[in-house]
């Protein structure tokens, strides 16, 4: 019983945890350059990375004289995001921009997948009564 018991746990703890970070991704907009992208879209945080490798999350980016300007993304007292301190950098060195995008398809598969894990743990818990009550 407490075998069964674990397993669903363990299960539901799964579930749990893909869901949190299914439903959204980082994509890279198509058919616009970085600087017409934030002038048009105006988003709310973005993650660049540089010619150097370099790959920084900014929350409300800007330009500015051809400098992409932001505040880096830093985690803060019990693991909360906020805003940190502020960052420019030449739009010439950003190599990629990706924002933060609803995944419809993700949320989908995420939604079937997690029915049929608790539908699975449902089918264990039914046989695990139906075992006991055999004795």
């Known amino acids: 019983m ?10 539901a703890g799964l579930v749990l945890v893909l869901y949190l970070p299914g439903c959204y991704h980082y994509v890279t907009p198509k058919e616009m350059t970085p600087e017409a992208y934030i002038a048009a879209e105006q988003p709310d945080h973005i993650r660049v990375t540089l ?15 051809g400098s992409l300007q932001g ?10 995001m906020r805003a940190g301190p502020p ?25 079937f997948g997690g029915l049929a894990l608790v539908g699975a ?6 046989f695990d009564a139906q075992f006991e009550s055999s004795f």
């Open 121 to 126: 743990a449902v089918g264990l818990g039914v």
């Open 71 to 80: 505040h880096v993304l830093v985690r803060g007292s019990n693991n909360f």
């Open 87 to 111: 960052w420019a950098v030449l739009i010439t060195s950003v190599q990629r921009l990706e924002v933060h995008k609803f995944d419809t398809w993700a949320t989908v598969g995420l939604v």
């Open 51 to 65: 010619t150097d490798g370099t790959r920084q999350t900014l929350l409300q980016p800007s330009m500015s004289r």
């Open 2 to 11: 407490r075998t069964f018991r674990r397993i669903r746990r363990s299960i």
